[in-house]
């Protein structure tokens, strides 16, 4: 997998002034999104943790600010022949507001993947000035595609994270961040193409130098660390795009060449830690966010290499999340919180067995939450597929031991394994 250049010519790298313009560019054109304290958040980290409410963004979304600010600086000749981009979503949403907005026409090309709910808010978005195009099963393909349609047609390519006017209009979040907080220690910041990475970088550094950067990739995506590992963008074979905000499998090279040395860390969280934060936001601090929203403030559940010293920031990125994926959500949280299990259980054709293995596998506090016999046709002879809650994943591993003194054949399915995704 391979992202495809840019169709324009090399622009000069971005620099902290440029995001000074996108930020007096800016300021009477998006919400200066408030910066909330989250009691939650600082009690797990042991010291005061705000969140950056990006969701409550135009648009819900950081992006754009990183497209108005590219849209609006095209030349008149440059607007008569439109705009084109590729997005998994909150990038497209901005392109058409910022299109609606200047009167300008655009076509987006978004991945399969792309949860329902972003494709709808896109036509509600942009309405006449907006041509959704659905392609590929990723990022990388839509983008591929948006590119050879800029060729095609001359239409300008409005890159998501990898044009530097995009990467300056997204640094001002850290504008807004250092105006708000100048005491601040560590910013946490979401990755998929890094240009939201970049533009933070850029202004931290020039403005308060002493501050961390923290960058946080999903476990599915981890294209950033690739790239730093490499030493220069690498395309990863395969991503998971649970995390379909940063579902990248390249970062830019412009962001790259920006974020390489200024980031403090980069570091990755599993998808099920992800949607583990997401109900936690929406239970605690009454915040929906998409998995992209909620990659800043899982990190601190453990993976930071760093105790922070003083307040910490977390960027909520975005909040365009269908509502229709929270039972996936859940069911990802619970198996990475250990209290979800999954078996394949033969029952012997003999009167009593399912009440002997509810009675003597079974103990309180533990639940079947799914049970269905794997074999469509004669149901009776196959086995069955049973899934146990456990209300303390420390009570594991006497389930097991329960399950290993059975008489029953049960084998238990292990996440992660093909069996599981064939299955589950």
Known sequence: MTDAPSPHPV????????????????????????????ERLS???????????????????????????FISSLSPEERRRGVVCASAGNHAQGVAYACRELGIHGKVFLPTNTPRQKRRRIEQIGGEWITPVIVGRSYDEANRAAVADSRETGALFVHPFDAPRTIAGQGTVAVEILEALPEVDTIVVPVGGGGLLAGVCLWVRENRPGVRIVGVEPAGAPSMQAALDAGLPVALPEIDTFVDGAAVGRVGDTSFAVAAGLVDQIVSVPEGAVCTEMLELYQNEGIIAEPAGALASAALRGYLDHRPEGPVVCIVSGGNNDVSRYADILERSLIHE??????????????????GFLTDVLAEGED?????????NNRETGPALVGIEIDDAGGLPSLLERIAASPLQIDRVQPGTPLSGFLL
């Open 11 to 38: 622009e000069a790298p971005p620099t902290a002034a440029d995001v000074a313009y996108a930020a007096a560019r800016l300021r009477t054109v998006v919400r200066q999104t408030a910066l909330e304290p989250s």
């Open 43 to 69: 009690r797990q980290a042991g010291v005061p943790v705000l969140l950056k409410r990006e969701d409550t963004q135009l648009c819900r979304s950081y992006k754009v600010r990183g497209a108005y600010n």
């Open 338 to 355: 250990g209290l979800r299990h999954y078996f394949l259980v033969t029952f012997p054709q003999e009167p009593g067995a399912l009440r």
């Open 368 to 376: 079947i939450v799914l049970f269905e016999y794997v074999k469509k």
